[in-house]
């Protein structure tokens, strides 16, 4: 169950077309890391810059983890996507290493979460992550173009042993033990474009219903604070094609909602994503009031800071793995 154990994994070559790790005692198949099959490319403009810019994602060996690369300053340091890289987070999550940095990664990060990606090398052109139509949609689009690929060491998760809780006045984020992911976010949003019951997301994960109810949400924000941020150089490649914009009264996007609960489910999708900075999985259940990337980052430091709070594990087989991961189970032929 530990991760010190991955050395029993053995290679069997010729009964599968690829190597497949089985356990040694059980002779069950374990439960392994992620990595993509190909190259991809993209190009698209970042949303605070409006520049556009070309993102690259090259698969990576095990135990590397998710590792960004600024391609327009040859030789600056790797940026590791893990929380205590997180050096600013009032309008997206930044990677920072010395005077290098990366942001807006979350609504990547939430894809790799989505579809279980343990290691990659992002490599991107320019000071942010391109927003795309300012959901995960187009990085799943992505990701499966390219494929994903087993390798050979076993996945590990977080495993969340005991509640760990921020709060920053009245807006609180948690994890408390539960076997599976559960995310149950409310936001406190009134206004006339969204009903009451539409405040709160409570998401079982699993790679469908990832794909399915969340990945599309896209960022939200208000044609009042546009042109605030805009006076002040930023939100300069924001657009009706990369966010929800809301007057005092209406949602001003032709197209309307992809959810009746859209941005309280970008909420959710933002979540995931701040949360895979991690480094791993999470098997617990996060829930939170009023959160952001903010809260969410103090979260993700307090649960690693709390060893008695979490573990690190992984499964030697791949039925022990929670049902809210067995989505990426990949069918061997
Ligand atoms: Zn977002």
Same mark, same amino acid.
């Given at each position: ?16 077309? +690829? ?14 890391? =992620? ?119 076993? +996945? +590990? ?60 949400? =896209? ?38 909602? =992809? ?41 993700? =430091? ?32």
């Amino acid at each position: 169950m530990t991760d010190g154990e991955r050395q029993e994994g053995k290679p069997l070559s010729g009964r599968f077309k +690829k190597t497949v790790f089985l356990n040694d005692e059980t002779g069950t198949r374990m439960y392994l890391q =992620r990595t993509l099959k190909t190259v991809v490319t993209t190009k698209g403009a970042g949303l605070h810059t409006g520049a556009r810019v070309a993102l690259t994602l090259r698969p990576a060996p095990v135990d590397t983890g998710i590792v960004f690369h600024r391609t327009d300053l040859p030789g600056s340091a790797p940026l590791p996507a893990l929380a205590h890289q997180v050096g600013d987070t009032r309008l997206s999550t930044l990677l920072r290493a010395g005077d290098v940095s990366v942001s807006t990664v979350e609504h990547l990060m939430s894809a790799l979460a989505g579809l279980g990606i343990d290691n990659l090398h992002v490599e991107v052109a320019g000071p942010e992550i391109p927003i795309m139509d300012g959901s995960a949609g187009p990085f799943i689009f992505l990701l499966q173009s390219a494929g994903i690929e087993e390798q050979t060491a076993p +996945k +590990k998760f977080y495993k969340v042993m005991e509640p760990v809780e921020v709060s920053d006045g009245d807006k609180w984020a948690r994890f408390t033990p539960y076997d599976g992911f559960r995310l149950d976010f409310t936001i406190d949003f009134t206004h006339p474009a969204f009903a009451q019951k539409n405040r709160r997301v409570v998401l079982d994960f699993g790679e469908d219903a990832y794909i399915k109810d969340i990945a599309r949400a =896209r960022t939200f924000g208000f044609m009042q604070d546009v042109e605030t941020m805009r006076s002040m150089g930023l939100a300069l490649g924001g657009s009706l094609h990369n966010a929800v914009v809301l007057d005092e009264v209406s949602v001003l996007n032709s197209g309307g909602l =992809r959810y009746d609960n859209e941005p309280a489910k970008h909420k959710v999708l933002d979540a995931i994503g701040d949360l895979y900075l991690l480094g791993h999985p999470v098997i617990g259940q996060y829930t939170a009031y009023k959160s952001g990337h903010a809260l969410n980052n103090a979260l993700a =430091r307090a649960l690693i800071e709390r060893e008695e709070a979490r573990e690190i594990v992984s499964f030697r087989a791949e039925e022990d793995v929670p049902s809210a991961f067995q989505c990426w189970r990949l069918r061997h032929a």
